[in-house]
Nanobody
């Protein structure tokens, strides 16, 4: 499975960004997709996940501000990020997982200025 992310950029605090992740290849019916992020000098951390059935999960730090959604027909996952804070800055990586097997996208940079 190949993942292509888009939608990163530079925004002021309080602003919004929408990330997209398009998956192509052999998509299994049972899987999960989502987003991790990595800030400079920090470990990669989970941001949000969504299953093939639409169940979602969020990191506490983004609950109420970020929304993950998906378009199954287009094999695309979105991350709507609102009320952005400088600490949301980082490279956002999309993933696709089937059991223990994980594919990663190349990452897209999101920078939030104060």
């Amino acid at each position: 499975v190949q993942l292509v992310e888009s939608g990163g950029g530079l925004v002021q605090a309080g602003g919004s960004l929408r990330l997209s992740c398009a998956a192509s290849g052999s998509i299994f019916s049972i899987h999960s997709m989502g987003w991790y992020r990595q800030a400079p000098g920090k470990q990669r951390e989970l941001v949000a996940t969504i299953t093939d059935g639409g169940s979602t999960n969020y990191a506490d730090s983004v609950k109420g501000r970020f929304t993950i959604s998906r378009n199954n027909a287009a094999n695309t996952v979105y991350l709507q990020m609102n009320s952005l804070k400088p600490e949301d800055t980082g490279v956002y990586y999309c993933y696709y997982a089937v059991g223990p097997y994980v594919n990663w996208g190349q990452g897209t940079q999101a920078t939030v200025s104060s």
